[in-house]
């Protein structure tokens, strides 16, 4: 029974929707009043929106806090959000999170994701800009997954292991965007064996392998962004005669793949 709503598929699970409530944010632990879902930016501290934070040592009190707290009280949140850099330490706290079902990440610094098998609620993850990253292993023991995003992974260019993630629905890999800086990816045969994905998004990547055919074992596809690249191009007319088809850019922007 497919679980993402048809505004997650057509938008993408993570998609910040201007009409929508979010939670909450907060800089210091002392704000909290018992919520459990949270927008925690605890780190870089002292720009234009947080001047009160002037010395190195209260930018490391407030998360060394954050991390004492996550760690202590470990079914506190069902939903996280970090919009500033996550160190390794912050994640690794938020890591002890047992009831987690959504996580969130902007960016962050670390390199080791292996304590993320503690967070086997997981049904949302967005990782994003993880560069130092260097094994998504860890990720195949997140039975729950249903949405999964990953940016800017540069240490790695196999992604085989995500075919053992049976409840995913939407998978997105991307590079940086904005850079733009683009990851390496072996190959997409891993897709050979994800039939039940209604989402895929595969942009600002160098395909080493550059065959494409796998999507067009997508059966169940309903959202489908390629990079408008040659051999994405080439199969165009096969990809959008995909039976469940509707959403992404190789629908809404067919002009992409025809030059």
């Not at 959008?240 to 025809?258: C, S, T």
Request: hydrophobic share 35%.
């Amino acid at each position: 029974m497919p679980i993402l709503n048809e505004k997650q598929v057509k938008y993408g699970f993570d998609y910040y929707h201007k009409d929508e409530s979010y939670p909450k944010s907060l800089v210091e632990v002392s704000e909290y009043t018992g919520e459990n879902a949270l927008t925690i930016n605890c780190t870089q501290l002292g720009d234009s929106f947080t001047p009160q934070y002037k010395t190195s040592k209260e930018k490391k009190r407030v998360l060394q806090e954050w991390c004492t707290f996550l760690s202590s009280n470990t079914t506190a949140f069902t939903e996280l959000s970090f919009g500033t850099m996550m160190p390794q330490e912050l994640f690794e706290a938020v890591c002890s999170q047992q009831n987690l079902r959504k996580l969130h990440i902007k960016w962050g610094s670390y390199s080791d994701i292996s304590k993320i098998v503690n967070l086997d609620k997981l049904e949302y993850l967005h990782i994003g800009s993880g560069a130092r990253v260097q094994s998504i292993k860890p990720l195949t023991h997140l039975k729950k997954l249903v949405a999964l995003s990953i940016e800017n992974f540069q240490k790695i260019d196999d992604y085989s292991v995500l075919a053992s993630l049976e409840k995913l629905e939407s998978l997105s890999i991307e590079g940086d965007g904005y850079g733009p800086r683009y990851i390496h990816v072996k190959s997409l045969d891993f897709l050979n064996d994800m039939n039940q994905l209604r989402f895929f998004r595969f942009l600002t990547i160098r395909l080493k392998r550059k065959d494409y055919t796998p999507v067009l074992r997508l059966k169940n596809i309903e959202h489908l962004t390629l990079e408008p690249c040659k051999e994405v191009k080439a199969l165009y007319s096969n990809i959008v005669k995909l039976d469940n088809l509707k959403y992404g850019l190789l629908v809404e922007r067919p002009e992409l793949y025809k030059n």
